[in-house]
């Protein structure tokens, strides 16, 4: 079985009590024994014990909401509510009412009183995802609520005040952003307090049978399996591999392997990655290396398209159909590139 040496991990919270404070999941366990997860580890545990603002960067797949939930779950906050929005998956006309709501009649199907997401959260935390997509004309409302800790409904004179706090993320370049115009430099400033940077799982190999074990010990029981390990050559089959969906993505394929598998034991056949050279001048058969690049051809169209396969498919220019049948026979899971 992976093992288990060098665990680290961050829990949501402790288990129900009276509070109704909610319980810890396995699937909320950030799990990393190598120097660039102990960082992260040491910034959650920084920002856990102050108020300040948090910027939480990398690649998708990396684990940013999970860090998010440490932070707030570790904090004086936990007993509060956590909220999350993909700034990235909500149209410019109806952003600024999720946001901050609207009143009675402001417009046409407006029957009631709305609160948003800021009034929904608050004396909690409210997760901004994917935050360099959020609209300019947004951008500019949402600085307002942040300096001066009170929002206007749409429809409404007054004002109300608000205690959340902001925990941000992106997998862009927010600084690239702002030197193009594209992200509010005054915005930036004020939910960049606080950095934390998540490493791709290319960049922290070692992690890859910490994470193995906690993915088998999770999908036992969803899966009604009794796996109890996996052998040497399918961790070295997993770990010479890139994942360019990070850990998400190998999530999926611990997933799968343990279906696959016919004993109580995953071994290297299970494992459906690419398999490395044998030796640093030894090629792949064309065959190969033609599945390869297709395998990673439909990755990166579902990554630009957040794992939304109509879009992919247009990206690449194919059926929508079709590019269903690609991704179903290079085993490519579109769910390893949401965000």
Not at 142 to 157: D, H, N, P, S, Y
Not at 251 to 275: F, H, S, T
Request: glycine content about 8%.
């Amino acid at each position: 079985m992976a093992g288990t040496a060098g665990r680290k991990w961050v829990p949501e919270a402790v288990p129900d009590d009276p509070s109704g404070q909610p319980a810890r999941r396995r699937t909320d366990l950030i799990v990393g024994g190598s120097p660039a997860m102990a960082r992260v580890f040491e910034l959650i545990a920084v920002a856990a014990r102050t108020e300040i603002p948090v910027l939480i960067a990398g690649e998708s797949g990396t684990g940013k909401e999970l860090v998010a939930r440490a932070v707030h779950y570790t904090g004086p906050r936990a007993a509060r509510p956590f909220l999350t929005m993909n700034c990235g998956a909500v149209p410019e006309t109806l952003m600024e009412d999720e946001l901050f709501g609207h009143a009675r009649g402001s417009y046409t199907g407006a029957h009631a009183d709305k609160r948003g997401v800021f009034e929904e959260a608050e004396g909690g935390t409210l997760f901004l995802d994917e935050i360099a997509d959020l609209y300019p004309s947004c951008q500019v409302k949402l600085l307002r609520v942040l300096q001066e800790q009170e929002l206007r409904r749409i429809g409404e004179t007054r004002t109300r005040k608000v205690d959340v706090r902001i925990i941000a993320a992106t997998n862009k370049d927010l600084e690239a952003e702002r030197l193009a115009r594209r992200f509010r430099e005054d915005l930036y400033h004020r939910i960049n307090v606080l950095p934390i940077v998540l490493p791709p799982l290319r960049e922290r190999r070692e992690d890859v049978p910490l994470l193995v074990d906690q993915f088998l010990r999770q999908f036992n029981h969803e899966l009604g399996r009794s796996i109890r390990g996996i052998t040497p050559a399918a961790i070295e089959r997993l770990q010479a591999h890139d994942w360019p969906g990070n850990v998400r993505e190998l999530e999926n394929r611990v997933k799968q392997a343990m279906v696959m598998a016919k004993g109580d034991l995953i071994d290297v056949e299970c494992v459906d990655v690419p398999a490395g050279p044998a030796s640093g001048d030894a090629l792949p058969t064309f065959r190969k290396a033609k599945e390869e690049f297709v395998r990673n051809y439909l990755a990166r169209c579902l990554r630009h398209a957040a794992g939304n396969v109509a879009a992919a498919a247009r990206l690449a220019g194919k059926d929508r159909k079709d590019f269903y049948d690609l991704m179903k026979k290079h085993h490519v899971d579109p769910a390893a590139y949401r965000r």
